[in-house]
Structures are given as C-alpha cells and as structure tokens.
C-alpha cells in the first residue's frame, strides 16, 4: 500500500517534480539519444524568440510548461565581448561544434541593434532599453547567462532513442497505467454491480439471459476482447478507459450475481419484504452495502489486471499514441535494445509494471483475508 500512495503521488504531481516538465515529456535533444542513467550534461539554453508564458500551479501540473528556453548540449563555452562561443555536443566519438551567439539575444530572445556605439535591446514591445556598449555591461550579463543559461543536468534514468528523459516519462506514464486502472475499475464496477445484482435478486428468466451473457463474454479472451473494443472505437486514451473497463465487468457481476443469491434469503430481507419496500430499495439499501467486501477485494484485482491490459495494448500499439509515454509503449520502443548495451530501456518500465501489479496483488490478498470471517475465526 505504500507503495502505491508513493507512485499515485508521483503520478498526481506529475510534471512538478518531473525533470523535463515539457508536455508529454517531449523535449528531445537527439544528441544525446541512449544515454546510460547518471550521465550527466552542461545544458545551454537559449531563449525562444516566440513568447512563452509561464503557466499557473494547476495548470503546470496537469499539463505540463511549454518550453521557454531550446536546451543544446555543450562541452565548454567562452566569452568574447559581446558574443559567448560554445563547442556543441554531437556525439561521442566526434569533434564538438562550434558556435557563436550573442548574448543579448540569447539572454532576451530578442535581436540587439548597435548603432554609434550604442545598442538597443527590446524585451517585448514598447519595453527596449538603450546602453553604451562597454566591458562593464558586457559583465552583468555574463552573470546573468552563467546562472540562467548555462546548467547541469543528470539524467538518472538515462535517455531513450530521441534523447528524452526517461526518469519523466516513467512518472507521466504511471499516470496513465493509474488513471486506466481507476477508470476500468469505475466502469466495471458500475456495470457488473447493476447486471450481477439483477440477476441474482430477480432470478428465473432474467438470471438466465444475463447469465447466458455473462458467460459467452466470459469464455473470450480478454485481451482479445479488448482489441475488438479498440478496433470498433479506434485508437485513443480514452478508447482504451472505455475497452479495458467493458471487459472486465463479467468477473465483477459473476461475484455480484453469487453474493446476492446468498444474501437475498436472509431473514432481514424477508423483513424489508414483508414492510412493503420495494426492490430497488432493498437491492441498493440492504444487500449492496453487506457485500462491499467481496467487491472491494475484486476491484483491487480488476486494478491491477487493468494495468497489465494497458500495458499490453501499448506494446501492440493500440494504447494512447505517440508521444504520450506509457510504460507498455516504452518497451514497445526499446525491445529491441534487450540484446544490446541498453537493456535498460525496457527493462525499467517493465520493473515498474511488475512491482505496480505486485503491490495490487498483495493489496488483493490483504483485503480478501479482512473481509474473510472464516479465515478470522480460525487464525483466532
């Protein structure tokens, strides 16, 4: 359980405490594609000449900052006057570039004008300062760019094949595999739930036909019969919420249908009976809330299954859509670097399926034997 409020907080902050808080984790910096994890880079950023606002708390969270600044990879950099020269990362094994920006602009995305020994910097328009060019003011903005433009960046889980961070794709796509999972369990729960509980109140021909239904999509695969959803409703996010959770609600009426047949005999439902109430009452009011045990324990078993169901149609391609990270698409990515020097492409956001799934299951098993009177008898 802790482990799960752990992932479920990373997930919920999201882009807050994700390296690259780009949208969608999407910042690529092609040059340092396949890097191992902890290997660390000077950045130079340079500021976009199109304005970026600084989104609010909220909005950064759910959706990430657009960037502000074009992050190049550098091996060291130097000032001359009015310009600062850097020698480019392109690669291991080749020769640094070098390059020559100039400071103003790369400072405040806007080109200086020079003139009579003068130069005209504009930070937006109508807002443009004029200064004398000399050493002094060449100074104050060398300070200026080494703490603002010039940085150190760790990447602690390595970089995919387009040089993203995996570190924040792993954290954006536990959001996915969450929200898959809380939407499914959602969707399960509320169809299973009506269906079961008609079946076993009603019984006769009712029990029959949603029994025979429970039965034939009971025989079906479930990935398959998540596919067939998928082709109907193409592909998509939301697509996926909708497929997973319409194949999963036959597990749930099963044990619905099963709990009310028992608890329907009882003698305080033959009380409700017998003072008239009527049967949505009695289903909704007197048997539903005695068997929330049994249907918590199998949502924690639908959570993780959920997870698993994602993660496959991703792999296959038929889960959210590039460049969204999920952690099913990320080995779908890089399986291929299993039998090479980057295994840990896949082998990370498989791990973390793993122990995601894991910690569903022990959560299961701790819930079935709470709710498990008997077992409670016998230990005691």
């Keep these: 359980m802790a482990f799960i409020i752990l992932v479920s907080a990373m997930a919920t902050l999201g882009y807050l405490i994700m390296p690259d808080d780009s949208p969608l984790a999407n910042n690529q910096t092609i040059q340092l594609s396949l890097k191992k994890p902890g290997t660390r880079f000077m950045m130079f950023h340079i500021k976009n000449p199109e304005h970026v606002d600084t989104v609010s708390f909220f909005t950064k969270m759910f959706y990430g900052q657009p960037a502000i600044y074009t992050d190049v990879p550098i091996v060291n950099y130097r000032f001359v006057k009015d310009s600062v020269y850097i020698n480019k990362y392109i690669g291991d094994e080749d020769k640094a570039e070098r390059h020559a920006y100039n400071i103003f602009d790369v400072v405040t995305g806007k080109k200086p004008f020079y003139k009579n020994g003068y130069v005209s910097i504009c930070v937006s328009p109508g807002n443009c300062q004029i200064f004398t060019v000399q050493q002094a003011l060449f100074e104050r903005f060398y300070e200026k760019l080494r703490s603002e433009n010039i940085t150190q960046k760790t990447f602690l889980l390595g970089t995919d094949i387009y040089g993203r961070d995996i570190l924040s794709r792993l954290i954006l796509g536990a959001r996915i595999s969450l929200s898959v999972g809380i939407m499914a369990v959602v ?194």
């Design 187 to 380: 969707i399960s729960l509320l169809i299973g739930t009506a269906i079961g509980a008609l079946a076993g109140y009603f019984g006769g021909w009712v029990d029959g036909a949603l029994s025979w239904l429970m039965n034939i999509l009971w025989s079906l695969p479930a990935l398959l019969l998540v596919l067939a959803i998928s082709f109907a409703l193409g592909k998509g996010l939301w697509q996926i919420y909708v497929a997973v959770g319409l194949s999963m609600w036959v597990e749930v009426a099963r044990l619905v249908r099963g709990q009310v047949i028992s608890v329907k005999q009882t003698e305080y439902i033959e009380a409700a009976r017998a003072l008239g109430y009527g049967n949505a009452r009695i289903i909704v009011k007197h048997i539903l809330p005695n068997i929330t045990g049994p249907i918590l324990v199998m949502a924690s078993s639908n959570f993780a299954s959920a997870i698993l169901l994602e993660a496959g149609l991703s792999f296959l391609g038929f889960g959210a859509q590039p460049p969204t990270p999920t952690w099913g698409g990320m080995i779908r990515e890089h399986y291929g670097y299993i039998i090479m020097d980057a295994a840990y492409l896949s082998i990370i956001p498989g791990l973390a399926i793993m122990l995601i799934v894991y910690a569903f299951n022990l959560v299961t098993v701790a819930l079935r034997d709470a709710f498990d009177i008997k077992s409670q008898n016998t230990r005691i």
